[in-house]
């Protein structure tokens, strides 16, 4: 039974800082794409970042490009978001998706498993 567990969300005022965690269990993480999507109240849920088995290719939503970096450590089984100079439009609810392909897409159809979710909100 696959399980992604999310951590880290939290409250944090515009221009901080946080930084995500996807723990991994049931699958081959070392050969699984894994990326995070988000979804603010009443907005569809939309790509943020996505790396590949091997961290040799990396992703970005035009959104948060230069602010966030998504990175891996194929030996604990995890992926981290690390979010930088947050912004109110951040706000959202953070999933971790796992794919059972090594490359990674955009869409969210490529992923296979979810997890439930940790949200992040940004205060102005």
């Known amino acids: 039974q696959v399980q992604l567990v999310e951590s880290g969300g939290g409250l944090v005022q515009a221009g901080g800082s946080l930084r995500l965690s996807c723990a991994a269990s049931g699958l081959t993480f070392s050969r699984s794409a894994m990326a995070w999507f988000r979804q603010a109240p009443g907005k569809e849920r939309e790509f943020v970042a996505r790396v590949d088995w091997s961290s040799s290719t990396r992703y970005y939503a035009d959104a948060v490009k230069g602010r966030f970096t998504i990175a891996r450590d194929n030996a604990k089984n995890t992926v981290y978001l690390q979010m930088n100079s947050l912004k109110p439009e951040d706000t959202a609810a953070y999933y971790c998706?796992?794919?059972?392909?090594?490359?990674?897409?955009?869409?969210?159809?490529?992923?296979?498993?979810w997890g439930q979710g940790t949200q992040v909100t940004v205060s102005s």
């Open positions: 998706a796992a794919s059972r392909r090594p490359f990674g897409s955009s869409a969210s159809q490529w992923y296979d498993y």
